[in-house]
């Protein structure tokens, strides 16, 4: 199993040890929340680069507005609501 995930599951009380069909609905609710945190934090910690040109700033502009979109579109399909911290 991927490590990252690895380690996420064990943050949530599903261990490797134990099988799916021991998992709780709370356990794998709170794995697949954790899951799609990590998702939506690369999304929105995704370095831009933007030059030294008005091309290039609209470019970022572009590239973020897109990243926007994928990002409400990941909440919206796993109906996930983004913790405002």
């Known amino acids: ?3 990252k995930i690895e380690a ?5 009380g599903l261990t490797s040890q134990g099988t799916p069909d021991h998992w709780d609905q709370e356990h794998l609710e ?4 954790a ?6 934090d690369l999304i929105e910690t995704y370095r831009i680069p933007v ?3 008005r091309s290039g700033e609209l470019a970022a502009e572009w590239t973020w507005d897109a990243l926007e979109i994928i990002r409400h579109n990941i909440c919206e399909r796993f109906d996930y609501r983004v913790s405002s911290t």
């Not at 996420?8 to 949530?12: D, F, R, Y």
């Not at 709170?30 to 929340?33: M, P, Q, R, S, V």
């Open 8 to 12: 996420l599951a064990e943050q949530h």
């Open 35 to 40: 899951i799609i945190a990590e998702c939506i």
């Open 51 to 53: 030059g030294n040109s």
């Open 30 to 33: 709170k794995f697949a929340e």
């Open 1 to 3: 199993m991927n490590p």
